[in-house]
């Protein structure tokens, strides 16, 4: 078997209220998995849930609920989310898996035993929201979270650290021979200096937490949140096999997942994420990677925020927007596109109403779903049904095939924005030649000319559905249906127009 196309979200954490800030990494996955799907590749797209730490456990007692019940409860919310949103992911994996919690202690053990990991102590300022030490530089004025700006916790305790610091200069070296690694580009600097300013070990354990994976030589100790969830992208894909004493249930997982081996998917093509989860990516990750000699990733790719109405959404604000409310008012698809055409992937964004309905009325409503129902209506009225082949040998097919190739170049770097641009603009494009052309007035003169306008524009539609695919699935399924050879019927628009605020 040749190696898949292995690309991956961040794992969601259980306790976050989902809202399309996050629906956005997996969606921003979506498409490219799809889109390479098109294109013949092999992919393989992991997604799943976080669900180790103290503040799961404290939620689910809050709930009254053991935290098991809590995950379970919770995980399977992110799963419906993801069929609602449309997601097409090939593996879902929550850190509760027991092949998952087997690789994080025998990961664990290997470095342990090799000295990358040794047992120290620890006195310093923690967060417990994010279970996380900071540094007075870290800090905000009067010891507060950087993230939560809450007061922080003084907390001294045992615990293992991993050698971060040792692979410092690997790290700096790597990131110089693989300048795709950190991407996109404007966000490698920030790394670079990161490490340049010096690596301390990393606390990797935790005596206080009880939810969370036991250490096996010592299991007074659960393994850190972040060390665990991390593990996850190798745990998925049958690490277990390499580095677990007692193989079968890894073995059991690749069969499960048609693959032979970990390297039928390791190195990962691509770790997608959002900024703010991108050093333990680019950092802390490819050390634990170089620590257990495994090859690193190809590239970690990390993408901007959302705000809405300029504010963080936040529980507290009551700003949260579901993305599944969203689209069951809107349907899926339109919002999946809005995300992607709104906003320069990587960029951060701001969300609101009014900017999704104008770019619906003007990308979908008037332009897609306009241009598809006009040309399909006088088709109707001029041929008696649409062949297999249509529009070759004229300027939009041409025009097409350029389009096709320059897609490919904006895939490359995830420029979904640019993807849709170019497609909207196309549409645009035939719009305007119907207008010119004015197939209606031809007819009346000239019927064949007139139905050799139509089915230049068929052709042209055809591609618009085909490049809208990975966006918008089920819409372009709808698209290609109408398309399709054969007898022509009547539709009801694609986009009903939505009534636009003043
Ligand atoms: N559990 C960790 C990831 C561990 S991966 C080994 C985590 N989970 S999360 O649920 O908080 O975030 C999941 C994804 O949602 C991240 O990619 C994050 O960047 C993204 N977003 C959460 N809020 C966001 C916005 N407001 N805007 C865009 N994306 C944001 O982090």
């Not at 991390?230 to 890894?250: F, M």
């Not at 082949?389 to 897609?407: D, M, V």
């Not at 819409?475 to 539709?491: C, D, F, N, T, W």
């Amino acid at each position: 078997m040749s190696k898949k196309f292995f690309i991956t979200t961040p794992i969601y954490y259980v306790n976050s209220v989902p809202h399309i800030g996050h629906a956005y990494t997996t969606i921003a996955l979506d498409i490219l998995a799809r889109y390479k799907r098109q294109q013949g590749t092999d992919v393989h797209f992991l997604t799943g849930t976080d669900e180790h730490g103290a503040n799961i456990e404290k939620s689910a007692a809050a709930k009254g609920v053991s935290p098991k019940e809590w995950t379970d409860d919770v995980s399977a919310q992110y799963r419906a989310m993801w069929k609602e949103l449309n997601i097409s992911y090939d593996d879902f994996i929550r850190t509760t898996d027991s092949m998952h919690e087997h690789v994080v202690q025998a990961v664990f053990e290997k470095l342990l035993k090799q000295g990358d990991i040794y047992k120290g102590s620890y006195s310093g300022q923690y967060c417990l929201s994010c279970e996380q030490y900071y540094d007075e530089s870290e800090m905000l004025e009067g010891g507060l979270c950087p993230v939560h700006k809450r007061p922080l916790t003084q907390v001294h305790e045992e615990t293992y650290f991993f050698k971060l610091s040792k692979y410092q200069d690997a790290l700096l070296k790597f990131y110089a021979e693989h300048p795709d690694f950190l991407s996109p580009r404007f966000r490698a600097n920030e790394i670079i200096n990161f490490v340049k300013g010096g690596l301390r070990d990393l606390s990797v354990s935790r005596t206080k937490v009880k939810w969370g994976v036991p250490v096996l030589s010592n299991p007074a100790h659960t393994v850190y949140v972040w060390f665990d969830a991390l593990i996850n992208y190798i745990s998925a894909t049958g690490a277990g096999t390499v580095l677990c004493e007692d193989k079968t249930e890894h073995a059991r997982h690749l069969e499960k997942l048609g693959a032979e081996k970990f390297e039928d998917f390791w190195p990962a093509d691509l770790h997608l994420v959002g900024k703010e989860i991108f050093r333990f990516h680019a950092v802390i990750w490819p050390a634990m990677l170089m620590a257990l000699g495994l090859p690193l990733p190809k590239k970690v790719f990390a993408h901007g925020w959302w705000t809405v109405d300029g504010e963080k959404m936040s529980k507290s604000l009551g700003n949260v927007i579901n993305p599944v409310e969203l689209a069951h008012q809107y349907g899926t698809d339109p919002v999946r596109a809005f995300l992607f055409r709104e906003v320069p992937f990587g960029q951060d964004g701001d969300f609101s109403i009014t900017s999704f309905k104008n770019r619906y009325n003007s990308d979908l409503a008037n332009n897609i779903g306009n241009l598809l129902s006009r040309t399909l209506n006088m088709a109707a009225k001029n041929m008696a049904q649409l062949p297999e082949t249509a529009g070759e040998n004229t300027p939009t097919h041409a025009r097409a095939l350029e389009i096709e190739k320059t897609l490919d170049a904006y895939y490359q770097d995830l420029a979904f924005d640019k993807v849709l641009e170019s497609v909207y603009a196309f549409a645009g494009d035939l719009n305007k030649l119907v207008d010119e052309k004015k197939p209606w007035e031809l007819a009346k003169t000239d019927k064949d000319a007139a139905c050799a306008v139509l089915l230049e524009l068929v052709g042209g539609l055809r591609y618009i559905a085909q490049w809208l695919a990975p966006f918008m699935p089920s819409v372009a399924q709808e698209m290609q249906r109408r398309l399709s050879a054969g007898p022509i019927q009547k539709y009801p628009p694609l986009f009903p127009r939505l009534e636009e605020k003043k």
